[in-house]
Protein backbone atom coordinates (compact mmCIF):
# COMPACT_ATOMS: atom_id res chain seq x y z
CA UNK A 1 0.00 0.00 0.00
CA UNK A 2 1.18 3.27 -0.86
CA UNK A 3 2.07 5.68 2.32
CA UNK A 4 3.02 8.84 0.63
CA UNK A 5 0.54 10.85 2.54
CA UNK A 6 -0.61 13.18 -0.54
CA UNK A 7 -2.29 10.45 -1.96
CA UNK A 8 -5.89 10.18 -1.73
CA UNK A 9 -8.68 7.21 -2.54
CA UNK A 10 -10.00 9.07 -6.18
CA UNK A 11 -10.60 6.11 -7.86
CA UNK A 12 -12.42 2.69 -6.71
CA UNK A 13 -12.62 0.15 -9.25
CA UNK A 14 -14.69 -2.10 -6.69
CA UNK A 15 -18.10 0.14 -6.89
CA UNK A 16 -21.19 -1.48 -8.13
CA UNK A 17 -21.58 -1.70 -12.00
CA UNK A 18 -24.29 -1.82 -14.15
CA UNK A 19 -24.15 -1.68 -18.02
CA UNK A 20 -24.21 2.34 -18.24
CA UNK A 21 -23.19 3.40 -14.96
CA UNK A 22 -19.17 2.91 -15.70
CA UNK A 23 -19.44 5.37 -18.42
CA UNK A 24 -20.97 7.88 -16.48
CA UNK A 25 -18.33 7.06 -13.64
CA UNK A 26 -15.29 7.73 -16.60
CA UNK A 27 -16.74 10.50 -17.92
CA UNK A 28 -16.81 12.18 -14.41
CA UNK A 29 -12.99 11.11 -14.12
CA UNK A 30 -11.51 12.32 -17.53
CA UNK A 31 -13.62 15.75 -16.61
CA UNK A 32 -12.35 16.27 -13.31
CA UNK A 33 -9.33 13.49 -12.21
CA UNK A 34 -7.80 12.61 -15.19
CA UNK A 35 -5.25 10.45 -13.63
CA UNK A 36 -6.88 9.64 -10.34
CA UNK A 37 -5.24 7.47 -7.16
CA UNK A 38 -6.69 4.25 -6.02
CA UNK A 39 -6.03 2.69 -2.82
CA UNK A 40 -7.50 -0.36 -3.68
CA UNK A 41 -5.60 -3.53 -4.64
CA UNK A 42 -2.67 -2.39 -3.25
CA UNK A 43 -2.45 1.04 -4.32
CA UNK A 44 -2.52 2.18 -8.18
CA UNK A 45 -2.72 5.56 -10.97
CA UNK A 46 -5.72 5.10 -13.75
CA UNK A 47 -5.38 7.17 -16.38
CA UNK A 48 -8.88 7.99 -18.38
CA UNK A 49 -7.76 10.16 -20.93
CA UNK A 50 -7.26 9.30 -24.73
CA UNK A 51 -3.45 10.84 -24.92
CA UNK A 52 -2.04 10.17 -21.82
CA UNK A 53 -3.54 6.45 -22.64
CA UNK A 54 -1.22 6.72 -25.83
CA UNK A 55 1.75 8.21 -23.89
CA UNK A 56 1.94 5.30 -21.41
CA UNK A 57 1.51 2.99 -24.09
CA UNK A 58 3.92 3.84 -26.10
CA UNK A 59 6.89 6.17 -24.46
CA UNK A 60 9.85 3.64 -23.53
CA UNK A 61 10.08 5.14 -19.61
CA UNK A 62 6.78 3.36 -18.48
CA UNK A 63 7.63 -0.31 -18.49
CA UNK A 64 5.70 -3.40 -18.22
CA UNK A 65 6.57 -5.31 -14.48
CA UNK A 66 6.26 -8.43 -13.53
CA UNK A 67 4.46 -7.25 -10.37
CA UNK A 68 2.54 -4.53 -11.80
CA UNK A 69 0.86 -5.54 -15.61
CA UNK A 70 -2.32 -5.99 -13.80
CA UNK A 71 -3.90 -5.00 -10.93
CA UNK A 72 -4.17 -6.33 -8.62
CA UNK A 73 -0.99 -7.94 -8.36
CA UNK A 74 -0.88 -11.19 -7.14
CA UNK A 75 0.59 -13.41 -9.48
CA UNK A 76 4.03 -15.28 -8.02
CA UNK A 77 4.97 -17.30 -10.63
CA UNK A 78 6.99 -15.00 -12.65
CA UNK A 79 7.08 -13.46 -15.94
CA UNK A 80 4.53 -14.47 -19.17
CA UNK A 81 5.55 -13.44 -22.49
CA UNK A 82 4.64 -11.47 -24.78
CA UNK A 83 2.84 -9.25 -22.13
CA UNK A 84 5.32 -9.19 -19.50
CA UNK A 85 8.35 -7.79 -21.10
CA UNK A 86 9.84 -4.51 -22.97
CA UNK A 87 11.46 -4.20 -26.67
CA UNK A 88 13.55 -5.09 -27.33
CA UNK A 89 13.43 -8.91 -25.90
CA UNK A 90 9.96 -8.44 -26.01
CA UNK A 91 10.11 -8.60 -29.97
CA UNK A 92 11.55 -12.54 -29.23
CA UNK A 93 8.67 -13.41 -28.45
CA UNK A 94 5.97 -11.63 -30.84
CA UNK A 95 8.16 -12.32 -33.96
CA UNK A 96 6.78 -16.17 -34.14
CA UNK A 97 3.42 -14.96 -32.90
CA UNK A 98 2.53 -12.92 -35.19
CA UNK A 99 2.51 -14.99 -38.50
CA UNK A 100 0.09 -17.11 -36.97
CA UNK A 101 -2.77 -14.19 -36.50
CA UNK A 102 -2.13 -12.41 -40.34
CA UNK A 103 -5.44 -11.83 -41.72
CA UNK A 104 -4.74 -14.48 -44.80
CA UNK A 105 -4.89 -17.27 -42.32
CA UNK A 106 -7.99 -15.42 -40.50
CA UNK A 107 -9.70 -15.70 -43.70
CA UNK A 108 -8.83 -18.72 -44.34
CA UNK A 109 -10.33 -20.08 -40.53
CA UNK A 110 -13.97 -18.78 -41.37
CA UNK A 111 -15.57 -21.48 -42.94
CA UNK A 112 -14.93 -23.38 -39.33
CA UNK A 113 -15.71 -20.01 -37.26
CA UNK A 114 -18.81 -19.96 -39.45
CA UNK A 115 -19.66 -23.50 -38.55
CA UNK A 116 -19.15 -22.72 -34.94
CA UNK A 117 -21.61 -19.75 -35.03
CA UNK A 118 -24.04 -21.74 -36.64
CA UNK A 119 -23.89 -25.23 -34.89
CA UNK A 120 -23.65 -22.99 -31.52
CA UNK A 121 -26.88 -20.86 -32.45
CA UNK A 122 -29.21 -23.20 -34.21
CA UNK A 123 -30.90 -24.82 -31.36
CA UNK A 124 -30.42 -21.79 -28.99
CA UNK A 125 -32.58 -19.39 -31.78
CA UNK A 126 -35.23 -22.29 -31.86
CA UNK A 127 -35.89 -22.48 -28.05
CA UNK A 128 -36.37 -18.77 -28.22
CA UNK A 129 -35.21 -17.68 -24.68
CA UNK A 130 -31.01 -17.50 -23.86
CA UNK A 131 -28.51 -16.60 -22.73
CA UNK A 132 -26.04 -15.22 -25.36
CA UNK A 133 -23.27 -14.74 -23.41
CA UNK A 134 -23.11 -17.98 -21.22
CA UNK A 135 -24.86 -20.06 -23.89
CA UNK A 136 -22.99 -18.70 -27.23
CA UNK A 137 -20.38 -16.16 -26.70
CA UNK A 138 -18.18 -18.19 -24.00
CA UNK A 139 -18.24 -21.26 -26.77
CA UNK A 140 -17.83 -19.41 -29.28
CA UNK A 141 -14.41 -17.83 -27.86
CA UNK A 142 -13.20 -21.24 -26.56
CA UNK A 143 -13.94 -22.49 -30.15
CA UNK A 144 -11.97 -19.69 -32.01
CA UNK A 145 -9.01 -20.07 -29.95
CA UNK A 146 -8.97 -23.35 -30.04
CA UNK A 147 -8.31 -23.22 -33.99
CA UNK A 148 -5.02 -20.93 -32.92
CA UNK A 149 -4.08 -23.58 -30.59
CA UNK A 150 -5.73 -26.29 -32.31
CA UNK A 151 -7.07 -27.95 -28.87
CA UNK A 152 -10.76 -29.46 -28.84
CA UNK A 153 -13.38 -27.30 -27.34
CA UNK A 154 -13.42 -29.71 -23.77
CA UNK A 155 -9.65 -28.22 -23.55
CA UNK A 156 -10.50 -25.00 -23.76
CA UNK A 157 -12.96 -24.71 -21.69
CA UNK A 158 -11.20 -26.49 -18.98
CA UNK A 159 -8.58 -23.65 -19.33
CA UNK A 160 -11.63 -20.92 -19.39
CA UNK A 161 -13.04 -22.32 -16.21
CA UNK A 162 -9.67 -22.50 -14.48
CA UNK A 163 -9.42 -18.66 -15.41
CA UNK A 164 -12.60 -17.55 -14.29
CA UNK A 165 -11.32 -19.00 -10.57
CA UNK A 166 -8.31 -17.08 -11.08
CA UNK A 167 -9.84 -13.79 -11.37
CA UNK A 168 -12.56 -14.54 -8.97
CA UNK A 169 -9.34 -15.20 -6.49
CA UNK A 170 -7.43 -12.42 -8.06
CA UNK A 171 -10.40 -10.03 -7.12
CA UNK A 172 -10.76 -11.24 -3.94
CA UNK A 173 -7.08 -11.01 -3.03
CA UNK A 174 -7.09 -14.66 -1.97
CA UNK A 175 -3.45 -15.53 -2.56
CA UNK A 176 -3.45 -19.14 -2.01
CA UNK A 177 -6.43 -19.55 -4.00
CA UNK A 178 -4.90 -17.82 -6.73
CA UNK A 179 -1.93 -19.17 -6.80
CA UNK A 180 -3.48 -22.58 -6.77
CA UNK A 181 -5.45 -21.46 -10.32
CA UNK A 182 -2.47 -20.29 -11.26
CA UNK A 183 -0.83 -23.55 -10.84
CA UNK A 184 -3.41 -25.72 -13.14
CA UNK A 185 -3.20 -23.04 -15.40
CA UNK A 186 0.45 -23.77 -15.80
CA UNK A 187 0.26 -27.96 -15.66
CA UNK A 188 -2.64 -27.44 -18.69
CA UNK A 189 -0.51 -25.15 -20.58
CA UNK A 190 2.90 -27.77 -19.99
CA UNK A 191 0.68 -30.78 -21.05
CA UNK A 192 0.22 -29.47 -24.64
CA UNK A 193 3.38 -27.84 -24.80
CA UNK A 194 4.59 -30.89 -24.11
CA UNK A 195 2.51 -32.58 -26.57
CA UNK A 196 3.05 -30.50 -29.15
CA UNK A 197 6.57 -31.42 -28.82
CA UNK A 198 5.86 -34.90 -29.79
CA UNK A 199 3.68 -33.74 -32.49
CA UNK A 200 4.38 -30.44 -34.00
CA UNK A 201 2.35 -28.65 -36.38
CA UNK A 202 3.12 -26.27 -38.88
CA UNK A 203 4.47 -23.01 -37.06
CA UNK A 204 2.64 -20.56 -39.27
CA UNK A 205 -0.74 -22.25 -38.46
CA UNK A 206 -0.58 -23.33 -34.93
CA UNK A 207 0.92 -20.99 -31.80
CA UNK A 208 2.20 -23.73 -29.91
CA UNK A 209 4.45 -25.16 -32.55
CA UNK A 210 5.59 -21.17 -33.59
CA UNK A 211 7.09 -20.61 -30.55
CA UNK A 212 8.52 -24.18 -30.16
CA UNK A 213 10.10 -23.85 -33.19
CA UNK A 214 10.92 -19.96 -33.21
CA UNK A 215 14.58 -20.99 -33.07
CA UNK A 216 14.53 -21.76 -36.83
CA UNK A 217 13.91 -18.77 -37.97
CA UNK A 218 15.26 -16.53 -34.98
CA UNK A 219 16.13 -16.78 -31.11
CA UNK A 220 15.18 -19.60 -29.60
CA UNK A 221 12.76 -19.59 -27.35
CA UNK A 222 13.28 -21.76 -23.92
CA UNK A 223 10.93 -24.53 -22.44
CA UNK A 224 9.90 -22.50 -19.62
CA UNK A 225 9.15 -19.31 -21.64
CA UNK A 226 7.23 -21.45 -24.51
CA UNK A 227 5.16 -22.41 -21.53
CA UNK A 228 4.62 -19.20 -20.19
CA UNK A 229 3.50 -17.95 -23.42
CA UNK A 230 0.89 -20.37 -23.55
CA UNK A 231 -0.36 -20.02 -19.77
CA UNK A 232 -0.82 -16.28 -20.97
CA UNK A 233 -2.95 -16.67 -24.37
CA UNK A 234 -4.72 -19.02 -22.35
CA UNK A 235 -5.68 -16.27 -19.61
CA UNK A 236 -6.21 -13.62 -22.30
CA UNK A 237 -8.13 -15.50 -25.47
CA UNK A 238 -11.28 -16.10 -23.62
CA UNK A 239 -12.39 -13.17 -21.84
CA UNK A 240 -12.21 -10.31 -23.59
CA UNK A 241 -13.89 -11.41 -26.64
CA UNK A 242 -17.18 -13.05 -24.47
CA UNK A 243 -16.87 -9.70 -22.91
CA UNK A 244 -17.55 -7.56 -26.34
CA UNK A 245 -20.19 -10.04 -28.38
CA UNK A 246 -22.23 -9.36 -24.93
CA UNK A 247 -21.86 -6.06 -24.98
CA UNK A 248 -22.94 -5.81 -28.52
CA UNK A 249 -26.05 -7.67 -28.04
CA UNK A 250 -27.68 -5.70 -25.20
CA UNK A 251 -26.87 -2.50 -27.56
CA UNK A 252 -28.41 -4.51 -30.22
CA UNK A 253 -31.46 -5.20 -28.11
CA UNK A 254 -31.78 -1.69 -27.15
CA UNK A 255 -31.77 -0.27 -31.13
CA UNK A 256 -34.83 -2.93 -32.89
CA UNK A 257 -33.99 0.22 -36.05
CA UNK A 258 -29.84 -0.45 -35.75
CA UNK A 259 -30.89 -4.43 -35.87
CA UNK A 260 -33.27 -4.10 -38.86
CA UNK A 261 -30.39 -1.60 -40.54
CA UNK A 262 -27.86 -4.55 -40.24
CA UNK A 263 -29.69 -7.24 -41.45
CA UNK A 264 -30.86 -5.53 -44.12
CA UNK A 265 -27.33 -4.56 -45.26
CA UNK A 266 -24.85 -6.78 -43.75
CA UNK A 267 -22.11 -5.03 -45.47
CA UNK A 268 -22.48 -2.32 -42.66
CA UNK A 269 -21.50 -4.52 -40.11
CA UNK A 270 -17.57 -4.13 -40.56
CA UNK A 271 -17.97 -0.47 -39.72
CA UNK A 272 -20.86 -1.36 -36.64
CA UNK A 273 -18.06 -3.26 -35.50
CA UNK A 274 -15.39 -0.77 -35.09
CA UNK A 275 -17.94 1.36 -33.77
CA UNK A 276 -18.85 -1.74 -30.93
CA UNK A 277 -15.16 -1.68 -30.16
CA UNK A 278 -14.72 2.05 -29.77
CA UNK A 279 -17.89 2.12 -26.84
CA UNK A 280 -17.29 -1.29 -25.60
CA UNK A 281 -13.50 -1.83 -24.96
CA UNK A 282 -13.12 -4.67 -22.63
CA UNK A 283 -9.92 -4.11 -21.52
CA UNK A 284 -8.96 -1.90 -18.13
CA UNK A 285 -6.74 -3.67 -16.04
CA UNK A 286 -3.49 -3.43 -17.93
CA UNK A 287 -0.73 -1.10 -16.40
CA UNK A 288 2.62 -0.47 -16.70
CA UNK A 289 5.17 1.14 -14.22
CA UNK A 290 7.78 4.59 -15.24
CA UNK A 291 11.10 3.56 -14.69
CA UNK A 292 12.13 6.79 -13.01
CA UNK A 293 9.59 9.67 -11.87
CA UNK A 294 7.25 10.93 -14.15
CA UNK A 295 4.78 13.83 -14.77
CA UNK A 296 1.27 12.68 -16.20
CA UNK A 297 -2.08 14.80 -16.08
CA UNK A 298 -0.35 17.50 -13.73
CA UNK A 299 0.48 14.43 -11.05
CA UNK A 300 4.16 13.22 -10.39
CA UNK A 301 3.53 9.30 -10.39
CA UNK A 302 6.91 7.38 -8.71
CA UNK A 303 9.16 5.29 -10.43
CA UNK A 304 7.35 1.59 -10.02
CA UNK A 305 4.23 2.88 -9.40
CA UNK A 306 1.43 0.91 -11.05
CA UNK A 307 -0.56 3.29 -13.68
CA UNK A 308 -3.58 1.45 -15.23
CA UNK A 309 -5.10 1.92 -18.87
CA UNK A 310 -8.52 2.71 -18.83
CA UNK A 311 -9.29 2.04 -22.48
CA UNK A 312 -13.17 2.09 -22.14
CA UNK A 313 -12.26 5.46 -20.72
CA UNK A 314 -10.01 6.63 -23.48
CA UNK A 315 -12.70 5.12 -26.39
CA UNK A 316 -15.29 7.92 -25.27
CA UNK A 317 -12.89 11.25 -24.31
CA UNK A 318 -14.76 14.10 -26.09
CA UNK A 319 -11.40 15.88 -26.67
CA UNK A 320 -11.21 12.69 -29.25
CA UNK A 321 -14.16 11.71 -30.32
CA UNK A 322 -17.41 14.13 -31.35
CA UNK A 323 -20.27 12.63 -29.30
CA UNK A 324 -18.78 10.07 -27.69
CA UNK A 325 -21.58 8.27 -26.49
CA UNK A 326 -23.61 7.84 -29.28
CA UNK A 327 -23.19 4.73 -31.86
CA UNK A 328 -21.76 6.14 -35.66
CA UNK A 329 -21.00 3.75 -38.20
CA UNK A 330 -20.45 5.82 -40.26
CA UNK A 331 -17.92 7.47 -37.53
CA UNK A 332 -14.63 8.83 -39.82
CA UNK A 333 -11.69 8.04 -38.74
CA UNK A 334 -12.57 6.08 -35.81
CA UNK A 335 -9.40 6.16 -34.15
CA UNK A 336 -10.24 3.75 -31.18
CA UNK A 337 -7.59 1.69 -29.04
CA UNK A 338 -9.41 -0.91 -28.37
CA UNK A 339 -6.50 -3.11 -29.11
CA UNK A 340 -3.97 -0.72 -27.80
CA UNK A 341 -1.60 0.66 -29.26
CA UNK A 342 2.38 0.24 -29.56
CA UNK A 343 4.45 -2.87 -29.34
CA UNK A 344 1.81 -4.53 -26.89
CA UNK A 345 -1.54 -4.08 -29.62
CA UNK A 346 -3.40 -7.03 -29.45
CA UNK A 347 -1.61 -9.44 -31.78
CA UNK A 348 -5.27 -11.08 -32.06
CA UNK A 349 -7.02 -8.27 -33.41
CA UNK A 350 -7.51 -9.77 -36.59
CA UNK A 351 -9.54 -13.30 -34.92
CA UNK A 352 -11.19 -10.88 -32.84
CA UNK A 353 -13.03 -8.96 -35.82
CA UNK A 354 -13.49 -12.07 -37.49
CA UNK A 355 -15.17 -13.31 -34.39
CA UNK A 356 -17.34 -10.01 -33.88
CA UNK A 357 -18.41 -10.09 -37.74
CA UNK A 358 -19.01 -13.76 -37.99
CA UNK A 359 -21.20 -13.87 -34.50
CA UNK A 360 -23.46 -10.56 -35.78
CA UNK A 361 -23.81 -11.72 -39.10
CA UNK A 362 -25.15 -14.83 -37.84
CA UNK A 363 -27.15 -14.11 -34.90
CA UNK A 364 -29.35 -11.15 -36.98
CA UNK A 365 -29.46 -13.80 -40.20
CA UNK A 366 -30.95 -16.33 -38.14
CA UNK A 367 -33.31 -13.92 -35.90
CA UNK A 368 -36.22 -11.39 -36.81
CA UNK A 369 -36.05 -9.60 -34.00
CA UNK A 370 -34.06 -10.01 -30.56
CA UNK A 371 -34.35 -8.19 -26.58
CA UNK A 372 -33.52 -8.10 -23.53
CA UNK A 373 -35.10 -10.92 -21.44
CA UNK A 374 -33.85 -10.39 -17.61
CA UNK A 375 -30.61 -8.59 -16.16
CA UNK A 376 -27.55 -7.78 -17.61
CA UNK A 377 -24.55 -9.24 -14.80
CA UNK A 378 -21.18 -7.52 -15.98
CA UNK A 379 -18.06 -9.35 -15.50
CA UNK A 380 -15.96 -7.09 -12.59
CA UNK A 381 -13.13 -4.99 -12.61
CA UNK A 382 -10.96 -7.24 -15.30
CA UNK A 383 -12.86 -6.91 -18.03
CA UNK A 384 -15.56 -4.22 -19.31
CA UNK A 385 -18.66 -6.36 -20.51
CA UNK A 386 -21.59 -8.51 -19.16
CA UNK A 387 -21.13 -11.68 -17.46
CA UNK A 388 -24.23 -13.00 -18.18
CA UNK A 389 -27.25 -11.46 -20.76
CA UNK A 390 -30.41 -13.20 -21.13
CA UNK A 391 -32.24 -12.81 -24.49
CA UNK A 392 -35.26 -13.63 -26.72
CA UNK A 393 -35.46 -13.89 -29.73
CA UNK A 394 -37.79 -13.94 -32.54
CA UNK A 395 -36.42 -16.52 -35.13
CA UNK A 396 -36.35 -15.52 -39.01
CA UNK A 397 -38.98 -16.97 -40.99
CA UNK A 398 -35.78 -18.44 -43.10
CA UNK A 399 -32.10 -17.17 -43.56
CA UNK A 400 -29.41 -18.35 -46.05
CA UNK A 401 -26.93 -21.01 -45.11
Known amino acids: MDTRTDLTNEFDPTYVETFDNTHEYYTDLRNNTPVAHSDKFGGFWAVFKYDDIIRVQTESVFSTSEKNVVPPATRNQGKRPPLHFDPPEHDMYRRPITPVFRKSRMDALEPDLRRFANELLDPLVAQSDFDFTKDFAEYFAALSF????????????????????????????????????SDELYAIARELVDDRRENPGDPDEDLISALILAGDRGPVISDDMVVASIRQFLSASQAAPGAVLGSVIVHLSRDQELQSRLREDPALIPDAIEEFLRLYAPYRVFARAPIRDVEIGGRIVLAGEPIAMMFPSANRDEAIFENPHEFQID?????????????????????????LRIAMEAILEKTASIELAGEVVMSGWLEFGPSSTPIRVTPATSHPR
Not at 337 to 355: D, S, T
Request: charged share 30%; with cysteine.
Open 331 to 355: RKPNKHIAFGRGPHRCPAAALARAE
Open 146 to 181: GLILKLPLEKMMQSRKVQVEYYRSQLAMDKPKVEAA
